[in-house]
């Protein structure tokens, strides 16, 4: 089987067609044709015969429900199988059926070993050669199957169906001349064999002679205009033909007839993942892993449509479902390695990925460049991270200064309301105190910007204007300046005097003094005349004594009526 990258532009063409689509199907998963059963219906876990039994029941069961869990068949079958083995009693069933769920698991190197273990316990059982063939085929081996093919047709000579695998598989082989005589005979005694041309279409088409497998697929949709398969094959030869809208319309035709048909479903789902139509791709791939859950193309067409739908985690869940199994599964690891890669831009993972890949396939050029890109985003991201480490390192050290710088401020608006109160009672032009007002209020905003370089500016801004208010408000009459700049381009504290409290006087007493100088201090004063008593009080000398004797009157404490 040819396997190449399946990507979102690559179109992948299964190799199976006709009569070589897995006829390991057409056998009943409870025993083989023409054999009796030989479980003795014992439940004993240690049993093999037992074990195929329930495992058997358990499929029956699964079946009903619509879905078969092959993991779980073919670890009971595999399990029956090997343990027959050990005990020297092969139980053929188990190693068939064993190999009949590799098969749907995708795993066809399995499927081949328990294959040859049913052949090995009976060498005449012809489901066990034809699945074992359709294995090898199925694993891109088909020059190992054919002297399987020749082995049983020298002892069956009349079987119609093997030799209709023999020559598919001499097609496979390059030996497409040989596999059309091996047709031709099969078809000069059966000329209604519909498989030998569906069979003869497809080495037609691998010998690339397209109108030929046109032909024998016609002659074959003639006998049976129902088979899902020759609609499938015609497609695919219109696809080779690039006629991609005719193969469409084919593949349609085929899941019309047949809506589980493995390979119109393969095919249409690629078309789709190639046309960017993921949600069809989907539905596509999932009627295929509803059959066949372990089939890879399958699995990694359902990564491509997840990774369409953005779906991208899951993409990668889905790879990694199928790398558990198939860890060298080299679609599987670079598609993987892609999503990582261009789209979760997860640089160092998709490097794992594909060194992964490269250790599977060291011959590969297109993974070292992979890698080769890989490394350079890795190196870009690790330069960015950098930066942005610089840039927060810078923000952090500009917020501290920030802080600080707003600090600084609302100490300066602080001073420059001090320099306006100090110098208040200086006869000012009123603009000048409205500017201070604006200073201060810009100077406020600029803190709460939280913006360094904004602070920084009006810092200088602030310390113009209050250098020329200094110069030029606060000057005297004759337009001198009063007060030094540099009380401000010092940054010192502005200091504002205390207004001073008035001053009590001892020269209050000294009328009184003079009133009695040169008189008697024992001898009674004459009362005063009424007249001369008026007009001494309208006399200016009058006053002081009058303020005196109240300020002595206050000073004692007490009160003249």
């Known amino acids: 089987m040819e396997s190449r990258p399946m990507t979102s532009n690559t179109m992948y063409l299964r190799n199976v067609l006709g009569a070589l689509l897995l006829v390991l199907l057409a056998l009943p998963m409870s025993g083989c044709p023409g054999k009796s059963s030989r479980s003795s219906g014992s439940q004993d876990a240690d049993n093999p015969r037992a074990i195929h039994a329930a495992t058997v029941q358990l499929v029956k069961e699964s079946k009903a429900d619509g879905r078969v869990d092959y993991k779980r068949a073919f670890s009971g079958f595999s399990s029956a199988c090997d343990m ?22 995708d795993r066809a190197n399995t499927a081949t070993r328990y294959y040859k273990m049913a052949l090995v316990a009976d060498p005449t059982f012809a489901g066990a050669v034809r699945n074992l063939t359709v294995s090898l085929l199925a694993d891109g081996k088909p020059v190992e199957a ?21 020559a598919g598989a001499l097609g496979e082989a390059g030996r497409h001349q040989e596999g059309v005589e091996a047709i031709q005979k099969l078809l000069f005694e059966n000329p209604k064999d519909t498989r030998a041309y569906k069979t003869l279409a497809r080495i037609y088409f691998l010998a690339g002679q397209y109108r030929m497998s046109q032909m024998a697929s016609a002659n074959a949709l003639k006998l049976a205009p129902e088979d899902a398969d020759i609609h499938n094959n015609i497609g695919i ?40 139509d993921y949600q069809l791709a989907a539905e596509c791939f999932q009627k295929v892993l509803r059959d066949y859950p372990g089939h890879t193309e399958s699995l990694i067409g ?77 190196a870009e991201e690790e330069r960015v991270a950098a930066e942005l480490a610089e840039m927060e390192r810078q923000l952090a050290e500009l917020e501290a200064k920030a802080k600080a710088k707003a600090q600084m401020l609302l100490a300066e608006i602080d001073r420059a309301q001090k320099v306006f109160v100090k110098y208040k009672e200086i006869k000012q032009d009123p603009s000048w105190a409205e500017e201070v007002q604006v200073q201060i209020e810009a100077t406020n905003y600029a803190i709460e910007s939280e913006d360094f370089f904004f602070m920084e500016e009006q810092s200088q801004y602030l310390d113009e204007f209050m250098v020329a208010y200094y110069q030029y408000a606060l000057v005297d009459e004759e337009g001198k300046p009063i007060a030094d700049p540099e009380e401000w381009t010092s940054r010192a504290a502005i200091e504002i005097p205390e207004p ?44 002081p004594a009058e303020a005196t004797e109240e300020a002595n009157t206050t000073e004692t404490g007490n009160i003249v009526e």
């Open 302 to 378: 359902m990564g491509i449509a997840y990774r369409g739908i953005l779906e991208l985690d899951t993409a990668v869940t889905q790879y990694n479902s199928i790398l558990a199994n198939n860890p060298c599964q080299e679609t599987a690891l670079l598609n993987k390695g892609i999503v990582q890669h261009l789209f979760l831009k997860k640089y160092k993972e998709a490097k794992k990925t594909y060194s992964a890949l490269q250790k599977c396939n060291p011959a590969e050029a297109a993974v070292a460049q992979w890698v080769e890109k890989v490394d350079e985003d890795i």
């Open 146 to 166: 054919l002297p399987i093919y020749e082995e049983y047709l020298a002892a069956n000579p009349k079987d119609w169906d093997m030799i209709n695998n023999y």
């Open 237 to 276: 030869t219109f696809l080779k033909e690039d006629k991609e809208a005719e193969a469409v319309v084919a593949f349609k035709e085929a899941l019309k007839l047949d809506p589980n048909n493995l390979e119109a479903n393969m095919n249409l789902g690629l078309i789709a993942v190639a046309s960017a």
């Open 84 to 105: 027959g083995a050990e005990i020297s009693e092969p139980h053929v069933e188990a190693c068939y059926n064993a190999g009949v769920a590799a098969a749907r698991l």
């Open 500 to 543: 001073e409290e008035p001053e009590a006087t001892t020269e209050a007493t000294a009328p009184d003094a003079a009133g009695t100088e040169g008189a008697d201090s024992s001898a009674p004063e004459p009362p005063a005349e009424a007249e001369p008593a008026q007009e001494t009080a309208a006399e200016p000398a009058a006053e």
